[in-house]
């Protein structure tokens, strides 16, 4: 399907969070033709450049009181998460969120719920899931490419976030675990299926609190069916610094691997986003529960970092 049959009676969109993800969710939504109505900001009118004639809004409930906008895409820091899809999804719009889901499971658990019952759709931004090499391997995995799969070990390593003052603020973004390392807990959970119990160790860059992205962390996860996850994570290294970021699973018939990124894995995200809409089908890509996992899997491992034990889930 073209960009434009896309965006065809997609409705609008509105942008809300004026930092670099909310530029990436602009030209995706521009890729496919779907406008972007309105970039909502407190105290800035946000530069995206995918949206030259987005209108500024304040407050979200600016954006929608406008009827022709149909879906939100919210990208604010993560204390915000939860109160204002609900807002959204109270609002009978669709809302692509940002990963995490929330800061705690009862938040994010309280945000499935109001999914469940709103009208609107809830996707989390789960955006690995969307990266073409990743996607491939996790259907090959499904399809038995590797047998039982036994073994994942992932790695994710970049410079430090210097984009977001906030993101240094672990109380505001939950740490490296909860906000970056979050991505290889969802492969693996989506690989490996429900984990019992997690254990993390770490090497604290010099006056960084745990978890914090001062921090590079070895977690295992074990899961219920009897295999294990071992993730390598660092976002503290020097500026310049490339990310890289692979992932292998070892089943007992073999073993399959990627490493990381080709194509643009936003523009896919928001071509599934559409495609489920256009379908009423819910989210299967990247179901809210889902996120709700990998967010219970990264809080248990940010308390396995604190106190130096197992945690069991």
Known sequence: MSAGAHGAGAGAVAIVGAGRMGRAHAAAWAALGVPVRWAVSPRTRPDLPGAPDAR????????????????VSLCTPTPSHAALATQAL??????????????????????????????????????????????????????????????????RVSAAPRWADWLADEERSGGMLVDFAIHDIDQANLLLGRPVAVTSVGAASVGAPGGAFGTAVATTIEYEDGGVAQL??????????PFRSELEVIGDRGTDRVAAAEGDPFVEQARYVLECI??????????????????????????????GGRVEL
Do not use: C, N, Q
């Open 56 to 71: 500024w809004a304040r407050t979200l409930e600016e954006a929608l009181a406008d009827p022709e906008l149909t879906i």
């Open 90 to 155: 109270e609002a009978g719009r669709h809302v692509l969120l940002e990963k995490p889901i929330a800061l705690t499971v009862a938040d994010a658990e309280a945000l499935a719920a109001v999914a469940s019952r709103s009208t609107g759709m809830l996707m989390v931004a789960h955006v690995v899931r969307f990266f073409p090499g990743y996607a491939a391997l996790a259907t090959r995995v499904a399809a038995g490419s590797v047998g039982r799969p036994r073994l994942v070990r992932a790695s």
């Open 232 to 241: 390598t994570s660092a976002a503290d290294l020097p500026e310049g610094e």
């Open 278 to 307: 256009a379908s009423g089908a819910a989210p299967d890509r990247a179901p809210v529960a889902a996120a709700v996992d990998a967010l219970r899997v990264a809080l248990a491992a940010r308390e396995s970092l604190r106190t």
